[in-house]
């Protein structure tokens, strides 16, 4: 069992930035995928951003790229999510994630095995 806490989430208007972060409880951390999705009612969550445990490897949804970096940091176990150029339709609450799968299959099956809380960003146009 692994817990995510994430924190950064708020309002801010288009064009601006907001950094999320998602510090984890494993301890075994570096050995993991981490990913950020996001989820607006009534739709699907949907992939946003994926890393892997040596932070070398990064995916990202065709919406976010250029826009969106995912970092990590494993002697602090936690994983961000830094967002730039923020447009209205980034509007959601944003889930991080861990994964046993690697990042290019987190992308490719829009899969996360834990769950943080989620967190509310609001883009305000």
């Known amino acids: 069992q692994v817990q995510l806490v994430e924190s950064g989430g708020g309002l801010v208007q288009a064009g601006g930035s907001l950094r999320l972060s998602c510090a984890a409880s494993?301890?075994?951390?570096?050995?993991?995928?981490m990913g950020w999705f996001r989820q607006v009612p009534g739709k699907d969550r949907e992939f946003v951003a994926s890393i892997s445990g040596d932070g070398d490897t990064t995916y990202y949804t065709d919406s976010v790229k250029g826009r969106f970096t995912i970092s990590r940091d494993n002697a602090k176990n936690t994983v961000y999510l830094q967002m730039n150029s923020l447009k209205s339709e980034d509007t959601s609450v944003y889930y991080c994630?861990?994964?046993?799968?690697?990042?290019?299959?987190?992308?490719?099956?829009?899969?996360?095995?834990?769950w943080g809380q989620g967190t509310q960003v609001t883009v305000s146009s």
């Open positions: 494993r301890r075994t951390f570096s050995s993991y995928s």
């Open positions: 994630a861990v994964s046993a799968v690697n990042a290019h299959k987190m992308r490719e099956q829009q899969r996360g095995d834990y």
